[in-house]
Every structure is written in C-alpha cells, then in structure tokens.
C-alpha cells in the first residue's frame, strides 16, 4: 500500500498554494506549521515573508486566509496577533486519514519505506570474550537495536556489526593455561540456552581467575603466556584453535544474554578485533605513504592541532606502537577501510560510550584525511551516556563491583513479574512468567530509550515497573486494556464513521495518532529513539483522557460505538508498531 499523506502535509501544501496566489515570490516558503494549543495547527512562516517583502504581516495574512480553500480537510481559518494562522481540522478529515492508515494491511499505518536508499553499517552491542557484560553493556546494545530496527523500518539498508574484543594480551595467559589444563571449558550438554550461556559464562570466569592467580604467582608460566601472545599474533595453528575455544564459549553467553534481552544476535554479524588483523598492516602502510601519519619516537602517529594534553603538547593517535604492535586505533581504522571499501556502506554510525569520544574524533578526522570518509560517507559516534544509581553515582553494587548485566535483568523480570501477579485476573503460573519477562526487559530498555542517548540516566527499578507516570508498563497497561475492550465488544467490529462530529478527546487523540510517520522518520533520521518513547507516552496518555471522557461500548449510537472502537485499534496498532521499533513487546493481557 502506498505511504499516506498526513494531515499536517495537507495543510501545508493548502497553505504553500494560498501564500504564493498571494505572494508569488513566496513560493516554496516554509508556512511553519506546528501543532498548538490555541488550535489544532498554527503556521507562524507569514512574518517571515512579510519582513522580507516589506509588507504588512496581518493584512498579508488576512489576503492568504481568504485563498485557503476550507471544507475537506480545513475547517476553519483565523488570522491571530501580528500575524499567526489559527488552523482547524475538519473532524471528517480526521477519521478519513486514519482509517486510511488503518487500512494498510502491511502493518506500517501508512508510514512511507523509502526505496533505494543507502546502506548504514551500525557498530553496537560490543562485548569482550571472556569477560562478563556489566550494566555498561546495556546501553549500547538498547539503543542499537532500537536504531537497527527504525532505519530498517523506514527503508534503509542497515548492516548490523558486533565489534567484539577478541584480542589482546590478556588471551596469551589464558590460551597457556587452557592448553595446560585442557579440560577446564568442559561442560554437560544444554538444549536451554539461559543454562548453557550461564554456564558457559561460569567456565570461563572460573578459568580466567586461575590463569590469573598463576600468571601473578608463577614466573615461568608468565613467560610461557607471553610467548602464546606471539603465536597468537603470528597464526600459529594451535594457539588459533584454542583461541576459538574461548570465542566459541564466549559466544554461547553472549547469545544467551541478548535472548534474556529480547534481542537478534545474529553470528555474521559478530566481526571482532580480530577480524581486521590482516588489515592493520596495509593501514598503516597506506596512512604512512599520504603522510597523514608520521612517526614520532619510533611510533606511527597522527596529530591534531586541537588535540593537546595538560601540558599543552599534542596528544597523537597512536596508530602502530614503538614496538610494532597494533592499537585499538589501527584496528578501528582498518574496520572503517572494511565498511566503506567492501561493504559499501554510505554511513557509519558507532553507539559507544561518550567517555571514547575523544578517540572516535580522532579516527574519524584520520579516515577523512586518508580520504576513507568524505562527503558522501560519514561516520557519526552516537554517544550515550552512564547508567546511574538512585544515588546519581555511576551504578555499582554495594561492593563498588560493576553490575553483572544478568543479574540486573533477573531482577527487573522478578520486579515485573509481581506485579503482573498482582494485576492478573486469569493468567496462569506460566503466562505470568512469560508476561513478567516481557514487562521486565520493556522496562529496562523503555527507561533507557525515554533518556537521550548522550544524557546519563538513573537505574531506578521501583520507578521503571511502576504502572504511573512515563514507564514501558504504562504503555502495555494501556495497549491490553485496549484489547480487553476490543474482545468485550464481541460481535461488534471497529468501523470508520467520518460523518460523525468528534469529542474534543477523541480529536487530541486522531490528530496525534496522524502524527506516527513523522515521527517514526525523525526518529531514524535523527538516530533519536527517544523522540519515539516520547510520542508514545503521549498516545498513550490521550488515549487514557479519551477512554476517560468518551465511554466505548457504551457510547450514545451503534455507529459511536464502531467509530470509538476504531479510534481504539488504531491507537492500539501504534502503540504496538511503535513499541516494536524500540525493542519491546507489548502482551495482549496484563
């Protein structure tokens, strides 16, 4: 089905007709239409026009008022103050646009998917083997995924990539004991993915501690791991093998993480360190040769004129170490030669924490100089910031130990779930279960999403499962009460009925749901989540003043009835659409 045209796009081309009958050199001007609380729309571009054309803001306005052509979708116009354009909707208008969306039988309520656009490698979601993923890890995981699925959604071809931390010294001392003690990764087969990932998880940081323990107690096992950090550099076969073993069961957690999370993983998109290893080299060569890096006591820098440290001297991004070794540099640099050169990708968009924005700067202004980025290719660093505690202190345990992410996800989905038990009438043991799971990751990642991404936000899960006040469970509780409704109504089915006037609730409330494609595009063109969360805390709160105000199944007329059932599906397919973009499910019962 085609994209539908939205009202405020209606008005707007009324006006931009009306303003250059009047002023034709205002054709192509910008009306300034905005939703207000004085009417349903007010376009302020008039006094613009009027100051450039040397005339007379209200009579100007009053001349293009008289050019408006009301009835079908304007139903009244006033000129306001110097010059302000008071606009009404027709309530037919209203009720015509949305049953036009809901008519779109493919699920996108007449959001436009734009064709042959270009093609986004998005880098997010970035654990590091053999570690455990701490509440540090949540963010960039939420909010990639949630930019993944509105840049998909609005057309755009997005290639997902997990740059995970597969490399490094800290591998040589655990290879060595590995090989050691070959049977420590050892553990029973698991069709359960949560039990196999945790135990997986527990393997691992029980192996870490021991090669950690010997690599500080025994000198001679010290020198034998940094010698596998040399074979694991250099390719050596067996070394690799045992390398694998710890990505592979490294893996096994992670996917069992981002399933608790509601999240798709997929393995090809799993491209770490290591994956650009046979690059760094030729990146330093090609940086070296442009002269757009030097070297600086032995090292392959490059520098920046506003770049200096404490001391006022420039601080260089050190591409290759004095000792020939490779930094995190050479390999962001190589993966960005990768994204641009084989994956052909246009844009390149890096949720990472706002602490490496200094990095991120410096690689981005060196691919520019190489002539890796340009105009046609850009890369963006979208900064989040710190998950805090209610105590606005970045988030620890009682301890000062990072949180185990696992352990934060548990706990929201036990919060979730009592109260799901709480509010549930006829939901058994496992539905329960399954509804606190869903209550639970939606409320984690609806507290991260509703923040912008560069802001910190408070971990507080007491306020994230509340039923009041701007949480994902608000907006479920919103969308099952909706289904309840709609089951109620039994044989009696939504229907459209454009001939009948509009409650002044129920006009809030279409004027905003013709408001989802807008937002939905400025949300993804923005990489903005947040804009979202906001709008559909917004529907959710107008639906809740209309369900207020307007009774549903007990309206005045069998044709009130289907028209207000109507208005409740379609809220009920937004907030459902909508949430799906952000990451979260939305239960047909709560």
């Given at each position: ?109 007449g959001v436009p998917f734009a064709e042959n656009t270009g093609t986004t490698v998005i880098d997010y979601a970035q ?150 290893n046979d690059m760094l080299a030729e990146t330093c060569r090609l940086l070296e040769e442009s002269g757009v890096a ?85 890369a963006f660093q979208l900064a989040f910031g710190t998950v805090l505690g209610k105590d606005g202190k970045p988030f ?195």
């Amino acid at each position: 089905m085609a994209s539908v045209t939205s009202l405020s796009d209606s008005v707007q081309q009324h006006l931009a007709s009306a303003l250059s009958a009047t002023l034709p050199e205002a054709a192509g001007a910008d009306p300034l239409l905005r939703r207000s609380d004085r009417a349903d729309f007010q376009a302020n571009g008039i006094l613009a026009l009027a100051k450039k054309a040397k005339a007379n803001p209200r009579e100007l306005a009053t001349q293009a008022v008289s050019r408006i052509v009301t009835g079908e979708v304007i139903e009244d116009v006033e000129v306001s103050g110097p010059g302000f354009l008071n606009i009404t909707i027709a309530d037919k208008a209203i009720t015509r646009n949305l049953a036009a969306r809901y008519a779109d039988d493919t699920g996108r309520l007449g959001v436009p998917f734009a064709e042959n656009t270009g093609t986004t490698v998005i880098d997010y979601a970035q654990p590091n083997v053999a570690k455990e993923m701490h509440v540090g890890h949540l963010r960039s995981a939420v909010i990639g995924d949630s930019v993944v699925q509105l840049l998909e959604f609005t057309g755009e071809n997005v290639i997902r990539r997990h740059h995970i931390g597969d490399w490094g010294t800290q591998f040589g001392m655990l290879i060595q004991y590995l090989d050691e003690h070959p049977h420590e990764l050892d553990h029973k087969a698991s069709d359960d993915l949560q039990a196999s990932g945790e135990e997986a998880m527990s393997n691992l940081d029980r192996l870490y501690k021991a090669a950690r323990k010997k690599f500080d107690a025994d000198e001679e096992f010290k020198t034998r791991a940094r010698r596998r950090v040399v074979d694991l550099q250099a390719g050596d076969e067996h070394t690799l093998a045992i390398w694998q073993k710890f990505v592979d069961e490294s893996k096994i957690y992670f996917f069992s993480v981002f399933e608790k999370l509601d999240m798709e993983v997929r393995d090809p998109d799993i491209v770490g360190e290591s994956g650009y290893n046979d690059m760094l080299a030729e990146t330093c060569r090609l940086l070296e040769e442009s002269g757009v890096a030097v070297r600086s006591e032995g090292a392959l820098c490059v520098f920046f004129d506003d770049v200096k440290g404490p001391d006022g001297n420039p601080v260089p991004l050190i591409v290759q170490k004095s000792d020939g070794g490779y930094g995190y540099a050479a390999t962001d640099l190589s993966a960005i030669r990768d994204r641009v050169f084989n994956l052909k990708a246009n844009s390149l968009v890096y949720v990472v924490d706002a602490r490496q924005s200094l990095h991120f700067k410096m690689v981005f202004e060196t691919a520019r100089r190489a002539g890796w980025l340009n105009d046609d290719v850009k890369a963006f660093q979208l900064a989040f910031g710190t998950v805090l505690g209610k105590d606005g202190k970045p988030f620890k345990t009682r301890e000062g130990e990072t949180v185990r992410l696992v352990d934060l996800l548990d706990e929201a989905i036990d919060r979730a779930s009592a109260v799901v038990r709480e509010k549930a009438q006829d939901l058994s043991e496992e539905e329960i279960a399954e509804r606190g799971a869903q209550v639970g990751i939606g409320a984690v990642k609806y507290a991260d999403l509703s923040t912008s991404a560069n802001r910190d936000y408070k971990f507080d899960l007491d306020q994230m499962v509340s039923l009041n006040g701007d949480t994902s469970v608000y907006l479920q509780y919103a969308y099952a009460r909706i289904q309840s409704i709609l089951r109620k109504a039994g044989e009696v089915r939504p229907a459209a009925r454009p001939e009948l006037e509009l409650h002044a609730a129920e006009r809030a409330l279409g004027l905003h749901l013709d408001g989802f494609a807008e937002t939905v595009n400025e949300a993804a063109t923005e990489y903005a989540p947040h804009k979202l969360a906001a709008y559909l805390y917004q529907l959710a709160s107008l639906y809740t003043s209309f369900y207020d105000k307007c009774p549903v199944l007990k309206a005045e007329t069998p044709e009130q009835v289907e028209n207000r059932l109507f208005l409740c599906d379609v809220t009920a397919r937004t907030l459902h659409r909508g949430m799906a973009l952000l990451g979260i499910r939305t239960p047909e019962r709560l």
